[in-house]
């Protein structure tokens, strides 16, 4: 069987998926309370302990405003999926380009982009479950791809977008910082390594600062803005893998996430060099 049809097998099952109205109900009913929870006058995420980042407002939102115009359970969860669709589509497009890159067999190809595409797990995570990870593995899977294959003529832009789409992965959710070694690590180059670190301390900066200042509340003046709230809790994406857990745990929890991230990160530059792909 050709990769294209492969391809267009499960794309095919992944929009069934999407637009059948079978989804997991207290998933999609979470996500859309907590749209429908933000308010005009207080950050969205001033109320939540969750590590979610602003950046998961690109379905939140829509979400929304679709039961809030149609009180439809079933719209909100089609177009929560779909936009989980559409960036599912963008990460099979980079994989497959990826993938033509790397010169493999049309054996190895068709092996890949089954277990991506033709996965039922994959396939119930992302239109049943309606889980969102398959949006921070698209940035980071961008991110990689960007940098290991150079699809713009300069570099310069070439780091940078990778490191814009690390950032905005981070700050979906924290877990895809384990990636930023790798990107420092084992770019070629002295003046790259500089433009990365560089790269990573303005993107880094800005979004911590939307992150604490405009979406999650934490230097929020509650009581100027009258809300009535007293509550003193932790801003999510990237403050609160080291944060919260200070403040709900205490430190032992933090000093484990740390050891965590480090064991986690540490191989991953070891095995980006052994298959080539630094």
């Known amino acids: ?115 991506l595409l033709l996965n039922p797990m994959v396939i119930f995570i992302n239109f049943i479950w309606a889980e969102i990870e398959i949006i921070p593995v698209f940035f980071v899977t961008l991110s990689l791809y960007v940098l290991r294959f150079n699809p713009f003529n300069r570099r310069e832009m070439n780091i940078s977008l990778s490191v814009l789409s690390l950032f905005i992965a981070i700050f979906y959710f924290l877990y895809p910082v384990i990636f930023l070694p790798s990107l420092i690590l084992f770019t070629k180059g002295k003046r790259d390594r500089i433009i990365i670190l560089v790269t990573s301390l303005l993107v880094g900066g800005l979004f911590l600062y939307l992150n604490l200042h405009v979406f999650t509340g934490y230097l929020y003046n509650y009581v100027g803005s009258l809300s009535g709230s007293i509550a003193s809790l932790s801003p999510s994406a990237l403050p609160t893998g080291f944060f919260y857990y200070f403040k709900v745990f205490g430190g032992t929890r933090t000093i484990i996430e740390l050891i965590l991230i480090a064991l986690v990160s540490i191989p991953l530059p070891i095995v980006f060099k052994r298959y080539g792909l630094s």
């Open 1 to 115: 069987m050709k990769i294209n049809k492969v391809i267009l097998i499960g794309l095919l099952i992944s929009v069934l998926f999407c637009i059948l109205p079978i989804y997991d109900v207290s998933n999609i009913g979470i996500w859309t309370m907590l749209g429908l929870s933000f308010s005009r006058n207080i950050p969205p995420f001033f109320h939540t302990l969750n590590p979610e980042g602003f950046f998961t407002l690109i379905l939140f939102v829509p979400a929304e405003i679709t039961y809030e115009t149609t009180a439809s359970i079933y719209l909100t969860a089609l177009v929560f999926k779909m936009i989980i669709l559409a960036f599912f589509l963008l990460l099979m497009l980079v994989v497959n380009d990826m993938l033509n890159r790397m010169n493999l067999s049309e054996r190895s190809r068709i092996i890949i982009v089954y277990a």
